[in-house]
């Protein structure tokens, strides 16, 4: 389960981290830089930690439209969506609605990467540890684009064995899920080899008091 929880583990991790990034049109980013709180993006190694929390600090606080530094800063090696999306479509995205990166802004670059969910569904996925799992994607190179997304090479390179180990995962958890509404009715499939092993396991009582 581990691992195919990890992309919205990450996904999580990567939008608390960066949407945190100070707004201090005062400052040079290297002053403000937490080091600290960026290695909880530990599947980036520090040089791709620091140009993304550079950038993202620039976009944040300041129209970067025509500037040099936004494509010194999009065209190096350490960026992690470098070639992935055109660098005036990231200013302009950071530069309308409100201030520092929203989950609305982090799916619109998804979407220019060719993400193919809407944006409710996109905000969904920020929610696993709630009422909503999603262990599996349709289109499975919408995982390839959340991968993307975070720089996260171990997504990147495997997509496709993750989403269909989370399709296999979750057709046996709506398996049990049944097996157990049968069982818990009292009404469990003797044919049913899943509602046998469940019936051994759960006990039934009756609770009842007792006087002296």
């Known amino acids: 389960m581990e691992r195919i929880l990890e992309p919205l583990t990450a996904l999580s991790t990567f939008y608390t981290v960066i949407s ?70 990231l200013n302009d995205i950071f530069n309308h609605g409100q201030i520092g990166l929203s989950q609305e802004k982090l799916w619109k670059i998804a979407r220019l990467m060719g993400f193919s969910l809407v944006k409710e569904t ?14 599996f994607f349709r289109n499975p190179e919408d995982l390839k684009v959340i991968g993307q997304l975070l720089g996260h090479q171990e997504i990147i390179n495997n997509y496709e064995e993750i989403n269909q180990i989370g399709k296999e995962a979750t057709r046996v958890l709506v398996i049990i899920g049944h097996s157990i509404s049968r069982v818990a009715r009292g009404n469990p499939d003797l044919f049913n080899e899943m509602d046998l092993k469940i019936s051994n396991l759960l006990r039934f009582g009756t609770v009842i008091n007792m006087n002296d």
Request: zero cysteines.
């Open 20 to 89: 945190n990034i100070p707004v201090d049109t005062e400052s040079d980013p290297e002053y403000l830089y937490n080091k600290s709180n960026m290695e909880r993006l530990h599947w980036l190694n520090e040089d791709e930690r620091y140009v993304l929390f550079s950038l993202v600090y620039l976009l944040t606080n300041y129209d970067l439209t025509g500037e040099d530094i936004l494509l010194d800063y999009t065209q190096s090696d350490p960026f992690i969506w470098r070639d992935l999306i055109n660098p005036q479509d």
């Open 122 to 135: 996109f905000k969904g996925l920020f929610n696993y540890s709630k009422d909503y799992m999603h262990y």
